[in-house]
């Protein structure tokens, strides 16, 4: 099993439009995930969401990432959510403090 988790920061006023999107997903975007058997939830502190996500493998998540309409739904995306410093979307990589269950990934807690 393979898990990830990144931080994204939304846009002033952004949080509607980002909750709507996501509550009407695209079907390509599901079937990106579907079809690697990727699960994710993504939650709300304030201004900030965190995404938690698990594949198969890396290669599962790096292949449903790689669907062309993920192109365009970033795109829509930027309307909510924040840049970094380098232009492009805040998408920050969150360091693996503790896992358990479906996330030890490396066998840790059985």
Known sequence: MYSTALVMRLRPGGYAGYKKAHDELWPEINRSMADHGVSMGIYRHGDLLFLFACAPTRADWEASREYPILEEWT??????????????????????AFVFG????????R
Not at 75 to 92: H, T
Not at 102 to 109: A, K, R, V
């Open 75 to 96: 795109k829509y995306m930027r309307e909510y959510l924040d840049d970094g410093d380098d232009g492009e979307l805040f998408f920050e990589p969150l360091e693996e």
């Open 102 to 109: 479906l996330f030890d990934t490396e066998g840790m807690h």
